[in-house]
C-alpha cells in the first residue's frame, strides 16, 4: 500500500512538473535555498496529504495554512516559523514571482482581510492546507490562485 500511495505520489509530481504563538527567528545561515529541492517537502505532503482544514488546528487531526507550513519547515529543516499568517508574512524576504523557488512561502489575499499560506515546491506548484479540500498541492496557474496571489517570501 505504501508503494502504491508512492508511486502516485510520484505521478502526481511529473504531472505537476510537464494561522497565534510568539514568533521565533532563524539565522539566515540556516537555510540554504540551493540545497533544497522538493524531495523533503514531499515527504511531508505524504505525511500531511488529506488533513482536514481546522481554523487554529496545529495536527494530523486538523490544520489550518501558517500550522501547517510551521510544521513542515520545523519538520523538514528543524526550522522555527512564526505561527501565524500574519506573522509569517513579515517574516524574510520578499522575492519576485519569476524568481520563485522550492521552499519559499507563497502568499495570497483571498479576501478583504484575510490571507493564506502555502509552500512552493516549483513547477508552478504549491502545497497548502485548503479550506475546502484539507492539505494538497495546488497550481499557482489555476484561475482561484492567480487571481488572489499576492507575494512570494524567502525564509531567512
Given amino acids: 500500500m505504501k508503494i502504491d500511495k508512492c508511486c502516485y505520489f510520484s505521478l502526481l509530481v511529473m504531472a505537476l512538473a510537464g494561522c497565534s504563538s510568539t514568533p521565533t527567528h532563524i539565522a539566515s545561515s540556516q537555510i540554504h535555498y540551493n540545497e533544497i529541492d522538493s524531495s523533503k517537502f514531499l515527504e511531508e505532503y505524504q505525511k500531511w496529504q488529506g488533513v482536514p482544514y481546522r ?9 489550518d495554512c501558517s500550522a501547517f507550513v510551521q510544521a513542515v519547515f520545523k519538520d523538514a529543516y528543524a526550522l522555527a516559523l512564526p505561527r ?3 506573522q509569517q508574512v513579515k517574516y524574510g524576504q520578499r522575492v519576485d514571482y519569476n524568481e520563485a523557488q522550492t521552499g519559499h512561502l507563497v502568499f495570497f489575499k483571498t479576501g478583504r482581510s484575510l490571507r493564506h499560506v502555502g509552500i512552493y515546491i516549483g513547477n508552478n506548484a504549491f502545497m497548502h492546507a485548503s479550506t475546502s479540500k484539507g492539505v494538497v498541492i495546488s497550481r499557482l496557474d ?11 517570501r524567502r525564509v531567512q
Avoid: E, K
Fill in 55 to 63: 481554523l487554529g488546528g496545529t495536527g494530523l487531526n486538523g490544520v
Fill in 84 to 86: 501565524t499568517t500574519a
Fill in 142 to 152: 489555476n484561475p482561484y490562485w492567480a487571481s488572489t496571489f499576492w507575494q512570494f
